[in-house]
């Protein structure tokens, strides 16, 4: 067993946190105060680099694997979450076109996420079908050669920026297996009944745009179906397994960071006439930090790895998300309560963390749910 990253893996990191350092401190308090974000920081990204590393080489991608793009996704994450997903999130549906799209599809939508021409979203959550998204109820009709979408869809990473997206549709409500009442569709947000409205008030991740979408009587050529029609919920899992890795990514990015925050704070600061780092109690949180951040990060490294090797584990990859997502609330919550009241202001990072880690144990499957299919796997 070698636990040591290759060199070119090594660079990667190395480069993407040299990026990350250069372009997102000065800037990170202003989009989180203001929910907003610089789109030239995305281009930049993907100028030398730094997104859709897993497209193949032919759709102009580097051809590496999703382990290459979580190690970038942890150094983004490790400096700002909000900047972070803005930038990794630009791509968030381009993994369901490389495992279902046509040749025609993959040629068409892929290369323009890496040359910062185009952003993609993938749309399923409805205010109705959240966990469950057997329950999605925006509909494709089809009309000869083509399809007819109507429905909405909320909490949509990137909604208002998409220039096309991927859209979980409802096209065989009677199936007696809800399981294949489902497709995936392409959608370009130009549209004709295509609407999209930026979400405020977020916790966290506020520089990376969260929308509502709306399709009212939306046309899209029949081509524009991915995979197999009534495959949908098969492929969403497929999609899934691979999109949940850079998840874990983010997660130990984060609690990376929340503790070296606080370990800088902890032995700054002075009470009781010692530095704070020198009562046990906040050293055994920093040893807990630093194991949970070891235990996590092995976790995903090996299910990222699989995945790569083409032998996913279902469920090593659902365990990876919940603990990641659960280890970094904890020590983004640990690093507030060692910085203490200023821990609680915005001028501090970690007040950032603690908002922004939250989300990682809900999108992309709930730590309920990744629990869920842990415990199925187990059970069964
Ligand atoms: C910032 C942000 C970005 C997002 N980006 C996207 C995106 O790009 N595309 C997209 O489609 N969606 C996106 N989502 C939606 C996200 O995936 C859902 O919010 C999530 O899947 C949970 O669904 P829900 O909010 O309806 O919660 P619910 O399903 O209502 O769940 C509420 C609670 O009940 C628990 N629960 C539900 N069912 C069970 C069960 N059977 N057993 C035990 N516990 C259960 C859940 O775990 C959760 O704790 C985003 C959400 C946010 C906040």
């Given at each position: 067993?070698d636990?040591?990253?290759?060199?070119?893996?090594?660079?990667?990191?190395?480069?993407?946190?040299?990026?990350?350092?250069?372009?997102?401190?000065?800037?990170?308090?202003e989009?989180?105060?203001?929910?907003?974000?610089?789109?030239?920081?995305?281009?930049k990204?993907?100028?030398?680099?730094?997104?859709?590393?897993?497209?193949d080489?032919?759709?102009?991608?580097?051809?590496?694997?999703l382990?290459e793009h979580?190690?970038?996704?942890?150094?983004?994450?490790?400096?700002?979450?909000?900047?972070?997903?803005?930038v990794?999130?630009?791509?968030?549906?381009?993994?369901?076109?490389g495992?279902?799209g046509t040749?025609?599809?993959?040629?068409?939508?892929?290369?323009?996420?890496?040359?910062?021409?185009?952003?993609?979203s993938?749309?399923?959550?409805e205010?109705d079908?959240?966990?469950?998204v057997?329950?999605?109820?925006?509909?494709?009709?089809?009309?000869?050669?083509?399809?007819?979408?109507?429905?909405?869809?909320?909490?949509i990473?990137n909604?208002?920026?998409?220039?096309?997206?991927?859209?979980?549709?409802?096209?065989?409500?009677?199936?007696?297996?809800?399981?294949?009442?489902?497709?995936?569709?392409?959608?370009?947000?130009?549209?004709?009944?295509?609407?999209?409205?930026?979400?405020?008030g977020?916790?966290?991740i506020?520089?990376?745009?969260?929308?509502?979408?709306?399709f009212s009587?939306?046309?899209?050529?029949?081509?524009?179906?991915?995979?197999?029609?009534?495959?949908?919920?098969?492929?969403?899992?497929?999609?899934?397994?691979?999109?949940?890795?850079?998840?874990?990514?983010?997660?130990?990015?984060?609690?990376?960071s929340?503790?070296?925050?606080?370990?800088?704070h902890?032995?700054?600061?002075?009470q009781?006439?010692?530095?704070?780092?020198?009562?046990?109690?906040?050293?055994?949180?920093?040893?807990?930090?630093?194991?949970?951040?070891?235990?996590?990060?092995?976790?995903?490294?090996?299910?990222?790895?699989?995945?790569?090797?083409?032998?996913?584990?279902?469920?090593?990859?659902a365990?990876?998300?919940?603990?990641?997502?659960?280890?970094?609330?904890?020590?983004?919550?640990?690093?507030?309560?060692?910085?203490?009241?200023?821990?609680?202001?915005d001028?501090?990072?970690?007040?950032?963390?603690?908002?922004?880690?939250?989300?990682l144990?809900?999108?992309?499957g709930?730590?309920?749910?990744?629990?869920?299919i842990?415990?199925?796997?187990?059970?069964r």
């Amino acid at each position: 067993m070698d636990f040591n990253l290759t060199k070119e893996q090594e660079d990667i990191a190395k480069a993407a946190r040299e990026f990350a350092l250069g372009e997102f401190p000065e800037r990170a308090q202003e989009f989180d105060r203001n929910e907003t974000f610089d789109l030239d920081i995305w281009r930049k990204a993907c100028e030398l680099g730094f997104v859709g590393v897993f497209i193949d080489e032919v759709y102009g991608g580097a051809g590496l694997g999703l382990f290459e793009h979580c190690l970038i996704a942890e150094e983004f994450w490790a400096v700002d979450a909000g900047m972070g997903n803005a930038v990794i999130t630009t791509t968030f549906g381009a993994e369901l076109l490389g495992l279902f799209g046509t040749e025609e599809q993959k040629m068409k939508y892929l290369p323009p996420l890496v040359k910062g021409e185009a952003i993609i979203s993938t749309a399923i959550t409805e205010p109705d079908a959240g966990s469950d998204v057997t329950c999605a109820a925006t509909k494709a009709v089809r009309e000869g050669d083509e399809y007819v979408i109507n429905g909405s869809k909320i909490f949509i990473t990137n909604g208002t920026l998409a220039s096309f997206m991927n859209v979980f549709c409802l096209t065989d409500p009677e199936n007696p297996d809800r399981h294949k009442r489902h497709s995936f569709f392409i959608v370009e947000t130009d549209r004709p009944g295509f609407e999209a409205t930026k979400l405020r008030g977020k916790l966290g991740i506020r520089a990376n745009d969260t929308a509502e979408v709306s399709f009212s009587d939306v046309r899209i050529p029949a081509s524009n179906l991915i995979g197999e029609e009534g495959n949908g919920f098969k492929e969403l899992m497929a999609f899934f397994n691979q999109t949940r890795l850079h998840i874990c990514a983010m997660a130990v990015g984060l609690a990376r960071s929340a503790m070296e925050e606080s370990i800088a704070h902890i032995k700054r600061r002075h009470q009781f006439g010692a530095p704070l780092a020198s009562f046990q109690a906040n050293q055994f949180k920093i040893a807990e930090m630093a194991t949970m951040i070891r235990a996590a990060r092995n976790l995903y490294y090996e299910a990222a790895w699989r995945t790569d090797q083409g032998r996913m584990d279902h469920a090593l990859t659902a365990m990876a998300k919940w603990y990641c997502g659960e280890m970094a609330v904890k020590c983004a919550d640990e690093a507030v309560q060692m910085h203490g009241g200023y821990g609680y202001m915005d001028e501090y990072r970690v007040q950032r963390m603690y908002r922004d880690a939250k989300i990682l144990e809900i999108y992309e499957g709930t730590k309920e749910v990744e629990k869920i299919i842990v415990a199925r796997t187990f059970l069964r």
